[in-house]
């Protein structure tokens, strides 16, 4: 059984930037595929940007790519997400998510999720 749990996250202007951490627990956390969601209000959990288990391969939703920037430090079983030039339509419920076995770029079919965390960004 693996926790995430998500932190940073809170109210900022646009054009500001957040960065969100996920800490793991588990001695496998170095071995998973890890990844961010997001929930806007109203709409669907979309995929945001997902990382390899050694941080070689990285992979973003096309609309973010340039402003987000994800990380894991497997030392510290966290990952993270640098959010730049924040937009309001950026605001939403931010998911941090693993899954097991070989690199999943869209993290399909993820095995843990975290609570979530929430992300307002106010124009």
């Known amino acids: 059984q693996v926790q995430l749990v998500e932190s940073g996250g809170g109210l900022v202007q646009a054009g500001g930037s957040l960065r969100l951490s996920c800490a793991a627990s588990g001695r496998t956390f170095s071995t998973y595929t890890m990844g961010w969601f997001r929930q806007a209000p109203g709409k669907e959990r979309e995929f945001v940007a997902s990382?390899?288990?050694?941080?070689?391969?990285?992979y973003y939703a096309d609309a973010l790519k340039g402003r987000f920037t994800i990380s894991r430090d497997n030392a510290k079983n966290t990952v993270y997400l640098q959010m730049n030039s924040l937009k309001p339509e950026d605001t939403a419920v931010y998911y941090c998510?693993?899954?097991?076995?070989?690199?999943?770029?869209?993290?399909?079919?993820?095995?843990?999720w975290g609570k979530g965390i929430l992300v307002t960004v106010s124009s």
């Open positions: 998510a693993c899954k097991k076995g070989g690199y999943s770029p869209n993290i399909s079919g993820a095995n843990y």
């Open positions: 990382i390899s288990w050694n941080g070689v391969n990285t």
